[in-house]
């Protein structure tokens, strides 16, 4: 027992699931999240001595978590809320001294009426599973006056599918290579991506409570690279590229997507893609007399989910 020593400490509450309405008469706003708060700090004696005088409890965690999604005028900003809930917390309780929260955004859109096209101004469809995704790490080490934060935005199982305009030849080809080179194909994957914002100070709360928050520069609405800015353009870039470009690989397509967040994005130091290949295998018919694995006759396909591909790469700013 005399041989072992804890090395790092860390625990919060998983899993709080909220749903907010932002009402300005008969037209609303919603958001749905996920949210993770993980606390760092002087926590050592409830794993070494079982003192547990230095715990905020998970439950407490939780209920803060609801009660700043009731009050924080950032809710509707994951980014935002998420900087605002960190900042709470560190500045709240003096021997935390570093809070991760992270969040998940559902997606959410305003139903477009078929009459009108009009958005309707309180219902809303989930038209697709892609989820925006927030990391943030808000630091108090150097002292609650003092406080940093690091917040990496992204975007998680963005469904994308080609029928065309994608190529894959030249490759390496020894006794280990069964694939063929085609110059057309089905490209299709599950984005993943995750863009890191330059380091950011934040302002300490000066009330009571600890609930005042200001928004840091670069974050608030109307800022050149805010936050809901950013992730717009993020997802179109991405979506942009994939569509459009004549793509070689995937390794050129998904260089060229991070080029463009890059450089439309002042506020985003790097992205990181991971793109998995979405295998569509055309069926042989050759038994029957019908050719469906040429290019050009290829038509009917069995998608394969395992195993597959896996493309990442992280592109930065110079």
């Known amino acids: ?144 006056d003092k406080l940093s934060a690091k917040v990496t935005s992204g975007l998680t199982d963005l469904l994308v599918l080609k029928s065309g305009g994608s190529a894959f030849y030249g490759f390496v080809r020894d006794e280990y290579t069964t694939l063929q080179e085609v110059d057309d194909r089905i490209l299709s994957t599950s984005v993943d991506l995750t863009y890191t914002f330059a380091p950011l100070s934040l302002s300490s709360p000066t009330d009571d409570k600890k609930l005042d928050f200001t928004v840091p520069e670069g974050f608030a609405l109307g800022d050149v690279w805010d936050a809901a800015n950013v992730a717009t353009r993020v997802r179109n870039a991405t979506l942009d590229i994939f569509a459009l470009d004549a793509s070689a690989s995937v390794q050129a397509t998904l260089f060229k997507m991070g080029q463009r967040v890059i450089a439309e994005n002042a506020g985003v130091e790097s992205v990181t893609y991971e793109l998995p290949n979405k295998h569509y295998i055309p069926v042989d018919m050759k038994y029957i007399g019908v050719d469906n694995t040429t290019p050009a006759n290829a038509e009917v396909f069995v998608p394969v989910s395992a195993p597959s591909g896996l493309i990442s790469a992280t592109i930065s700013r110079k």
């Open 1 to 144: 027992m005399s041989e072992s020593v804890l090395t790092s400490a860390r625990y919060g509450k998983d899993l709080i699931r909220v749903f907010r309405v932002v009402r300005d008469g008969e037209f609303h706003q919603v958001v749905e999240y996920n949210v993770r708060v993980l606390l760092e700090g002087d926590i050592e004696t409830s794993y070494l001595v079982a003192d547990n005088s230095v715990v905020v409890t998970t439950d407490a965690i939780k209920n803060i978590t609801y009660y700043l999604a009731k009050i924080s005028p950032h809710i509707l900003s994951p980014e935002r809320f998420a900087l605002h809930l960190g900042t709470h917390i560190v500045s709240k309780y003096a021997h935390i001294h570093r809070a991760f929260i992270t969040v998940e955004k559902l997606r959410w859109s305003r139903i477009a009426l078929s009459a009108n096209d009009h958005p309707h101004p309180h219902s809303f469809v989930r038209d697709g599973n892609d989820r925006q995704t927030v990391e943030v790490e808000v630091d108090a080490s150097a002292g609650k």
